[in-house]
């Protein structure tokens, strides 16, 4: 007896060093920290190459007399001088104010919107069937077409502009929380249900975790959406009452003929819906395609 | 025609008991009949591995003992909900290695303060301390499943469960793997029905060897496996009677391709 008692614990050391040996040589080698240096050269140098090549092309443009018309085309200094004016009279910041304001809290409502409206049409037959074509029909529907009826039901002030968000963004964040949920993996939802994890317990462990990918995915294109309508309303319905967000910055430009102005507005425009995303989404999504092994570096 | 969960107070003969089961699924040409009365006995503590070609329902048969699916025909009865390990870790990827084992606690109802302490002394058990932070896709396919099985053992049932939990391995971590379940399944306890369509595996680990014969699945044959354990897969024993449970497996096969 004692003999198999030897035996069977000089095995059990046996299979406790090569699982040690094989967990070591199996489990992923995880490098750290990318270096600075490494990401500067990669990341942060192409975008800034690429700007200064723009601004070179535009200002030999200007400077070989190809377009010799400042009502066309504004020297890259005169539009700088723009933003220099706005700056120094203070209402650079509201401007950009006026619009990340809307478009931020437009977004939130169309999340809160949006969220229970994807889970209802990813998991109920009767209500998919009956709106889910429309619902991503929808997002091929440009938002400017919803400013005219959204003015003439709510008139010119903010629940417009809201209104016009809504029915930019609401569809993309629902159809991602869709996509996301039919992509959940059978097996995990089997797995959830032999733990355990079934109706609501089952939505809240399983089926929402596991969606979050393409839930963010439709994030990002909502905010997009809200970005882009926003724009649409504030450049078509423009009024004293409402403020001078970008949009209404770009029209004054066009009622004044001032191309620098509407330069101004377009680069700040395009510079918001960049920041926002490089700032809030990009790195939400990384992140949670990181932890989940998602992200491979290349 | 019912699945029923007896609580574990009652008198404890079998860990799962299948009295006449059938199922059908609905398949091009009508009705199509998958297993074929199918009666079998687990005792507890006993170790049974289910052996058959593709074709035999041992997964649908699986399915039915954990109650995702319900027979058309006969009964089942288990002690409490059967924890199920599959082919894939089914690891659920936005959680540690220790929250996934943390999960099947908290959906058992342990109370939250003792959830930690548990999954690490469930992590240890599957020799994976200091794994408890560590995220899916940093573990090896070997600690996966074995991350896989803390998890099904944190379900705390009286019966294991196991869908080919591993053909999908290399066959060394299969070797330490059958190694690690046969000391768990020593250490708790526990009975475990345990389906694969490798014959060596089948003896290997079992106390028991059900036979079943293919479309539909039918209970071939049995074998008590008296080999003792500690095993390995290339025993003169163990080999000796896959040779003949083989030739068995084969005959049935073979019926196949006559008609």
Request: hydrophobic share 45%; charged share 20%.
């Amino acid at each position: 007896m004692a003999s198999t008692e030897t035996t069977k614990t000089s095995a059990l050391r046996d299979v406790m060093s090569v699982e040690a040996g094989l967990d070591a040589l199996e489990a992923g080698v995880t490098g750290g920290r990318t270096p600075f240096r490494q990401t500067f050269g990669n990341k942060i140098l192409p975008p800034i190459v690429a700007t200064l090549v723009v601004l070179a092309v535009w200002q030999a443009l200007i400077s070989f007399k190809i377009v010799d018309d400042p009502t066309r085309l504004p020297s890259p200094a005169d539009v700088g001088s723009e933003f220099k004016r706005a700056w120094l009279e203070g209402t650079l910041l509201d401007y950009i104010w006026t619009s990340v304001s809307r478009g931020l809290l437009g977004f939130l409502f169309a999340l809160a919107i949006g969220t229970p409206l994807g889970l209802v049409v990813a998991r109920v037959k009767f209500v998919r069937a009956a709106i889910g074509p429309v619902l991503s029909g929808l997002q091929s529907l440009p938002s400017v077409a919803w400013v005219p009826p959204a003015v003439i039901w709510l008139g010119l002030n903010n629940s417009m502009m809201y209104a016009v968000i809504l029915l930019g963004a609401v569809p993309s964040i629902a159809n991602g929380l869709v996509s996301g949920i039919d992509q959940v993996p059978p097996l995990f939802l089997r797995a959830g249900r032999t733990m355990g994890a079934t109706g609501l317990k089952g939505a809240w462990h399983i089926v929402l975790p596991a969606a979050l990918p393409g839930y963010l995915a439709g994030l990002k294109q909502g905010w997009a959406f809200s970005w882009r309508s926003l724009m649409a309303a504030e450049i078509i319905a423009s009024s004293p009452d409402l403020g001078i967000g970008l949009g209404a910055l770009l029209e004054n430009g066009r009622n004044a003929s001032s191309m620098s102005m509407v330069f101004e507005a377009i680069f700040l425009i395009l510079f918001v819906g960049i920041a926002i995303d490089l700032l809030i989404f990009s790195p939400l999504e990384r992140w949670v395609l990181r932890s989940r092994g998602l992200l491979v570096k290349s | 025609m019912s699945t029923t969960y007896v609580k574990a107070a009652e008198s404890v003969e079998h860990a799962a008991r299948l009295e006449h089961v059938s199922k059908s699924f609905a398949g091009p040409g009508g009705q199509q009949l998958v297993l074929d009365d199918i009666s079998l006995d687990v005792a507890p503590g006993e170790f049974v591995t289910l052996l058959g070609a593709s074709g035999c329902g041992k997964s649908t048969l699986l399915n039915l003992v954990a109650g995702l699916d319900k027979p058309s025909a006969g009964s089942i009865t288990t002690h409490g909900r059967p924890a199920l390990m599959f082919q894939e870790h089914a690891l659920f990827p936005w959680l540690t290695a220790g929250k996934n084992i943390e999960l099947a606690l908290k959906l058992r109802g342990v109370p939250k303060s003792d959830r930690r302490g548990r999954a690490e002394q469930l992590l240890e058990l599957v020799r994976l301390k200091g794994s408890y932070g560590k995220r899916v896709h940093e573990l090896s396919g070997g600690m996966r499943q074995r991350v896989a099985m803390a998890r099904a053992l944190a379900q705390d049932s009286q019966l294991l469960l196991m869908d080919e939990p591993f053909a999908a391995l290399d066959a060394i971590t299969r070797d330490l793997l059958h190694d690690e379940l046969t000391r768990i399944w020593e250490e708790t306890g526990l009975s475990v029905l345990f389906v694969t369509h490798n014959v060596r595996e089948a003896v290997r680990l079992a106390q028991r060897v059900v036979l079943l014969s293919s479309r539909p699945g039918r209970v071939a044959r049995e074998w008590q496996v008296d080999i003792p354990q500690p095993r390995r897969i290339e025993d003169a024993p163990v080999a000796e009677l896959s040779l003949e449970i083989t030739e068995v497996l084969r005959g049935e096969i073979r019926r196949h391709g006559q008609h």
